[in-house]
């Protein structure tokens, strides 16, 4: 149920050479539903080529709050994800991120 209080936020990336994914997308996408006042990820996924890589991802990404900054998620990813697409996560992350505060800067004004 939608009620105003999450924002729904997509950040981007190229894929590199050599990656399932590639075939499908050109870019990885990160989604994630964000608690609005607190910037916590409640939800997460990504355009991986396996459902199981999708939901690694969600996993490590749920309960990180953006209003904290995104390094503890950018250490989490590198640390636990040890694929071809670490650079391509890191990289769309900032991008939800960046989005993130494009939105949140704009609502506290």
């Known amino acids: 149920m939608i009620n105003g209080k999450t924002l729904f936020i997509a950040g981007h990336a190229r894929l590199p050479q050599g990656m399932a994914a590639k075939s499908?997308?050109?870019?990885?996408?990160?989604?994630?539903?964000?608690?609005?006042?607190?910037?916590?990820?409640?939800?997460?996924s990504c355009t991986l080529a396996t459902e199981h890589g999708r939901e690694f991802?969600?996993?490590?990404?749920?309960?990180?709050?953006?209003?904290?900054?995104?390094?503890?998620?950018i250490a989490s990813l590198q640390m636990y994800?040890?694929?071809?697409?670490?650079?391509?996560?890191?990289?769309?992350?900032k991008d939800l991120d960046l989005h993130y505060q494009q939105i949140i800067s704009t609502e506290k004004i």
């Open 81 to 93: 994800y040890r694929g071809k697409a670490t650079n391509a996560l890191v990289a769309a992350l």
């Open 24 to 44: 499908v997308y050109e870019t990885l996408t990160i989604t994630a539903e964000i608690d609005r006042k607190y910037g916590v990820i409640l939800e997460a």
């Open 57 to 73: 991802v969600g996993q490590v990404l749920r309960g990180m709050s953006l209003n904290d900054g995104i390094d503890e998620a």
